[in-house]
């Protein structure tokens, strides 16, 4: 299983940017696909997660400005980033748990100048 997460980039603090990530396999049935974030020096973080039903959660730091969904028929999951924050800076990387085994993408920079 391939996760490919792409949409990063430089962008100003207040804009916007919107990641995906690509699954070589169909995501119906993967529960809770999440986004991960690592910034320079710090541990990998939780951002937001989805499960195949449609329910979300996120990290306090992202809520009311962060969004993810799914597109099962395009095996692929979004992150859609409002007012971003210069702490918002880092590899965000997408996670599907598969039979109790974790893949991870390969990470997509974003970058939040302020």
């Known amino acids: 299983v391939q996760l490919q997460a792409y949409g990063g980039g430089l962008v100003q603090a207040g804009g916007s940017l919107k990641l995906s990530c690509a699954v070589s396999?169909?995501?119906?049935?993967?529960?809770?696909m999440g986004w991960y974030r690592q910034a320079q020096g710090n541990q990998r973080e939780f951002v937001a997660i989805i499960t195949s039903g449609g329910s979300t959660n996120y990290a306090e730091s992202v809520k009311g400005r962060f969004t993810i969904s799914r597109d099962n028929a395009k095996n692929t999951v979004y992150l859609q980033m409002n007012s971003l924050k210069s702490e918002d800076t880092g590899v965000y990387y997408c996670?599907?748990?598969?039979?109790?085994?974790?893949?991870w993408g390969k990470g997509t920079q974003v970058t939040v100048s302020s």
């Open positions: 996670n599907a748990p598969i039979r109790g085994v974790n893949y």
């Open positions: 396999k169909s995501i119906f049935s993967i529960n809770a």
